[in-house]
């Protein structure tokens, strides 16, 4: 496994435990695929769905400030250094999808963690 794929599922794994410990939400289906088939594949097949998956949903729906930057879409269009893993076709509808719901990068700073 390269440098990069190794970096992206680790970033895919570290936004599922921040999801689960700052938000409550624990996405065990969203953490089965990546065990199952990687954090590449789980991004496109997410990614490529018709709509927005519940996840999405449920990391926008989080109190006044949307935790959409925990999202795929977010993980993939965010990080350039990513870009190269994903078909133009791909990273279209990550970025429409973020669009369709106002999406800003940083738009809400993350909540300061107690020393």
Same mark, same amino acid.
């Given at each position: #496994?390269?440098?990069?794929? !190794?970096?992206?599922?680790?970033? #895919?794994?570290? @936004? &599922? *435990?921040?999801?689960?410990?700052? $938000?409550? &939400?624990?996405?065990?289906? &969203?953490?089965? #695929?990546? !065990?199952?088939?990687?954090?590449?594949? +789980?991004?496109?097949?997410?990614?490529?769905?018709?709509?927005? +998956?519940?996840?999405?949903?449920?990391?926008?729906?989080?109190?006044? %400030?949307?935790?959409?930057? $925990?999202?795929?879409?977010?993980?993939?269009?965010?990080?350039?250094?990513? *870009? %190269?893993?994903?078909?133009?076709? +791909?990273?279209?509808?990550?970025?429409? !999808?973020?669009?369709?719901?106002? &999406?800003?990068?940083?738009? %809400? /700073? @993350? /909540?300061?963690?107690? @020393?």
């Amino acid at each position: #496994m390269s440098d990069l794929l !190794r970096k992206f599922e680790a970033t #895919m794994c570290e @936004n &599922y *435990h921040v999801a689960k410990d700052e $938000l409550g &939400y624990d996405a065990k289906k &969203y953490a089965q #695929m990546l !065990r199952t088939i990687g954090a590449v594949e +789980t991004a496109k097949t997410l990614i490529n769905q018709n709509a927005p +998956t519940s996840g999405f949903e449920r990391l926008w729906n989080k109190g006044k %400030c949307p935790r959409l930057d $925990l999202s795929v879409e977010a993980t993939v269009i965010d990080n350039p250094e990513f *870009h %190269c893993l994903f078909d133009a076709e +791909t990273l279209k509808k990550a970025r429409f !999808r973020l669009r369709q719901f106002n &999406y800003q990068p940083n738009a %809400c /700073p @993350n /909540p300061e963690k107690p @020393n």
